[in-house]
C-alpha cells in the first residue's frame, strides 16, 4: 500500500557489488536483523540499518488493537493516507521488486518485476505442482533470487 519498492540484495556478493546493487536503486534502508549481521561481520551494509528485533519490540498491545479496529472500520482510501502510501491507484503492472542478475559480465543488473510477472509465475508453478491447502513448501532458495522470491517469499 506504500509503494515501496524491496530489494532483495545478494549477502554472498562481495561489499562492493552490494554497495553497486543498493546505489543503482538508490536503497536508504536495509531491513535486516542483529544475529545476521553479528553472523557475517565482514559484511557491510549500505544505507541505513533497521534490525527486526527491534522493530518487534516497538508496538506495544494498545497500539496494536489501536491499528486493528482502524484497519477494520476505516475505509481504504483513509487508511492509506493515514499511512502514508503514495497517491494514486496501483496497477498489477506497477514495479513489484527489484532482483539482480549474477554479475557474470561485470557489475550485477537491476531486473525490475512487476506484480503481474510475479503473479503470472505464481500461476504457471501452480499449473505444474498444482498445490492445495494440505500441502506445505519448504523454501530453501533466498529472496534474492527470482525463484526464492516468487514461490519461497
Do not use: W
Not at 536508504?28 to 561481520?41: C, N
Amino acid at each position: 500500500m506504500l509503494g515501496r519498492i524491496p530489494v532483495n540484495l545478494n549477502y554472498t556478493a562481495s561489499s562492493d557489488v552490494i554497495a553497486s546493487c543498493a546505489k543503482q536503486c538508490e536503497v536508504d534502508v536495509v531491513i535486516t536483523s542483529k544475529a545476521f549481521v553479528e553472523r557475517f561481520p565482514k559484511l557491510e551494509i549500505p544505507g541505513r540499518p533497521v534490525f527486526l528485533e527491534d522493530i518487534l519490540q516497538l508496538p506495544r498491545i494498545t497500539e496494536k488493537v489501536f491499528a486493528f479496529f482502524l484497519a477494520l472500520g476505516m475505509p481504504q482510501n483513509l487508511l492509506r493516507k493515514a499511512i502514508g502510501a503514495m497517491p494514486g491507484r496501483r496497477s498489477i503492472d506497477d514495479l513489484a521488486t527489484v532482483i539482480f542478475s549474477s554479475g557474470s559480465t561485470g557489475d550485477p543488473k537491476g531486473v525490475m518485476l512487476s506484480h503481474y510477472n510475479i503473479a503470472s509465475n505464481i500461476q504457471q508453478v501452480s499449473q505444474v505442482f498444482m498445490l492445495d491447502s494440505g500441502d506445505r513448501i519448504l523454501g530453501i532458495l533466498p529472496f534474492f533470487h527470482s525463484f526464492g522470491f516468487m514461490a519461497a517469499l
